[in-house]
């Protein structure tokens, strides 16, 4: 490893930007405000840049240490960064597209009167996820892992004073924290077995030891709860519902915490930690099943939404699953690869629906929406780049990362492969969808604009919110356009596997190896076939959505109406909310309380609290009177306590 004197001012200049907003933003101008958000955040892109540019697949990774910071006789856990192949494509991810975020957030957001606080939140952030992806130790990492999930609470409920906007901001925090309780005690089993939570010293550790392929044993549990952590932060099965109640923030947020960085975190955990997974075949193949189960739960709900930012969440979700597939599979470069493109298309996606929403003054429901192609061509077109990419359509970016992944899930299982092609079919036909029923056909929301110059969450759209739709301006419209590109040509950097190889001094994967001699030995012929299996189902879906809302655009209902219960399950996400407030949240069912949340609440909480009140009450009340005040009886508790002392001493003496 290389010493790098400077790489902690990467995370720290955000921070800077976000205190200075915080402390002083209130009595400055929203130029000022901007100015510091953006040159703070901008300078941690250049310096991301600058790094990257003298690094390579061969280059040793640098390290930054700081300050020693935990000494417990042998353990110790020193303040440090650390930059290696991987880091650096999570670097230029989080602070390249957290960067155009900001830039589109100062178009969004100029005219609500909390803009510094939504400034210093959003530098907060960048913060906290520079952090946990430079972080050389894992106790590092939770600190920017927790750091990610306060600024999301803050961000996610920022218009607090809108009921769900504020029960959404709760909801994000306390799933979270159930995921985290999984992350922590694989850490203490981390320090209690390895004696170190720096990452080069506990994989060093764990290599030498053989895969556990007979049972479940100590890597295994690890791998297990590491893989508890990553679902609550990367919203997969069972703890994903709290991503969709996140649309409740502003969209810069949607776009910036969950598409591009925050969501990706989980699946960089698992990434960075593949050492561990390796040895771990069954944690391995549990981070697999959940991963595709997500990927094909989520997309179903995704067909039935009607609400922009929703689609666009339950794709986030399904999307996290194709990545936690690859690394399941152990394909941890291609998770790493969809990662990055996903940042891309996806950003891209969240901010157009945000140019589409702040363009209808504030409307979500794709239903009262319809024509606006006319009105926002540019907004169209960025859009419907990502729809390609992420449907699948080469030459754009979703496609080189999606086929690497089902490529290698089909040299895993066939089934997961199968599961994934079917996700991509979903996937096809609800952005198209999504396509038509924005901008396709004639504008259907005109009533709801009328008398109408603020969006729906109370800022100002610039002066339009009267009459017709109308383009976003070009401070939103600019990220937008570079996000395009990239989204149009950034899978080209994982042609003829350049981006596995740039990744392969921090893969060492057995598993991957392996099944590159699967491929070998099948013949290329195979690779091929199922690429273009994959392409054609990409072409069905879009068919499919341009037959029914474009061509036939009655027959959706037609359709929904025939299927009854099933599309009302779809349509209600399957109850899965309803579920969870009646097990965990309010289990109450038309006012008689459930048998088992009564016997936990009443016979075991309850009673725990209650008797403990009353033990400790009793026994303070017994010591009190020892202190009387008496010298005389405090000389015979004395006499009383050393004659305790005496007796015992002399029993151990007999024995």
Not at 327 to 336: E, L, R, T, Y
Request: with cysteine; proline share 4%; glycine share 12%.
């Amino acid at each position: 490893m290389t010493p790098h004197p400077y790489l902690w001012l990467v995370p720290l200049l955000p921070l800077a930007g976000a205190a200075i907003n915080g402390c002083f933003g209130r009595r400055s101008s929203k130029y000022v405000i901007s100015a510091i958000a953006l040159v703070f955040c901008g300078s941690a892109f250049a310096m991301a840049l600058g790094l990257a540019a003298g690094f390579s697949s061969a280059s040793a990774p640098y390290y930054c240490d700081l300050a020693h910071w935990i000494r417990s006789g042998s353990f110790q856990v020193d303040f440090s960064f650390y930059l290696d192949q991987l880091s650096l494509v999570m670097l230029l991810v989080v602070t390249g597209v957290g960067f155009l975020i900001h830039i589109y957030s100062v178009g969004y957001m100029w005219n609500d009167d909390g803009y510094y606080r939504f400034m210093s939140y959003m530098n907060l952030f960048m913060f906290f996820m520079l952090t946990l992806v430079l972080a050389k130790n894992y106790l590092i990492m939770f600190i920017g892992w927790e750091g990610v999930g306060l600024a999301s609470y803050l961000l996610i409920g920022f218009w607090f004073t809108k009921d769900s906007a504020a029960a959404a901001g709760k909801k994000a925090f306390i799933v979270n924290r159930i995921g985290d309780f999984g992350f922590l005690i694989a850490l203490f089993l981390l320090i209690k077995h390895f004696g170190s939570l720096d990452f080069t010293q506990v994989f060093a550790a764990v290599r030498p030891l053989s895969p556990e392929t007979t049972g479940a044993g100590l890597l295994t549990a690890i791998g297990l709860l590491l893989m508890v952590g990553a679902a609550g932060k990367s919203a997969q099965i069972p703890l994903y519902v709290w991503l969709p109640d996140a649309m409740e923030g502003p969209t810069p947020v949607s776009a910036l915490i969950h598409a591009a960085t925050m969501v990706t975190a989980g699946v960089y955990m698992v990434a960075r930690s593949s050492v561990i997974f390796e040895r771990a075949p069954m944690a391995m193949t549990a981070v697999a099943i959940i991963g595709t189960l997500t990927a094909l739960f989520a997309a179903t709900i995704g067909i039935a939404q009607t609400d922009i930012k929703k689609v666009l969440a339950y794709s986030t979700v399904s999307q996290l699953g194709y990545m936690f597939m690859a690394c399941g599979v152990g394909a941890f470069s291609a998770g790493i690869f969809h990662l990055m493109t996903h940042a891309f298309f996806k950003g891209l996606l969240f901010l157009a629906a945000g140019s589409v929403i702040h363009g209808v003054s504030g409307e979500q429901d794709m239903r009262k929406m319809g024509g606006l192609r006319a009105y926002m061509p540019w907004t169209f077109a960025t859009m419907g780049i990502a729809t390609l990419a992420i449907a699948g359509i080469p030459p754009f970016a979703g496609f080189w990362s999606k086929d690497e992944i089902l490529w290698k899930a089909y040299g895993a299982s066939p089934v997961y492969w199968l599961i994934g092609v079917v996700t991509a079919f979903i996937t096809s036909f609800y952005m198209f969808r999504l396509m038509y029923m924005t901008f396709g056909g004639e504008y259907r929301g005109a009533a709801a604009q009328e008398a109408h110059g603020h969006d729906a969450h109370g800022h100002d759209d610039h002066g339009h919110g009267h009459g017709e739709p109308h383009e976003s301006p070009w401070v939103m419209l600019g990220p937008l356009v570079i996000l395009a590109v990239l989204s149009g040509v950034g899978g080209f950097v994982g042609y003829g596997n350049r981006f596995e190889h740039f990744l392969a001094p921090v893969f060492q994967s057995v598993t991957e190896v392996a099944q590159e001699t699967s491929h070998e030995a099948g013949g290329g012929m195979i690779e091929y076939l199922l690429m273009g299996i994959s392409i054609s189902v990409a072409g069905l879906g879009w068919l499919l959505a341009y037959f029914l809302y474009s061509r036939r655009p009655q027959l959706p209902a037609r359709i929904a109406a025939s299927l009854g219960g099933l599309y009302q399950a779809v349509v209600h996400k399957y109850y899965m909310d309803e579920l969870y407030a009646v097990l965990f949240i309010k289990p109450v069912i038309d006012g008689s309380t459930t048998i088992l949340w009564h016997g936990i609440d009443q016979g075991v909480i309850d009673a725990t609290v209650n008797n403990s009140a009353t033990a400790a009450r009793e026994v303070s009340d017994t010591v009190r009177h020892m202190q009387s005040g008496n010298l005389r009886s405090y000389a015979g508790w004395v006499a009383a306590g050393g004659a305790v002392v005496i007796a015992y001493m002399v029993w151990m003496g007999v024995r």
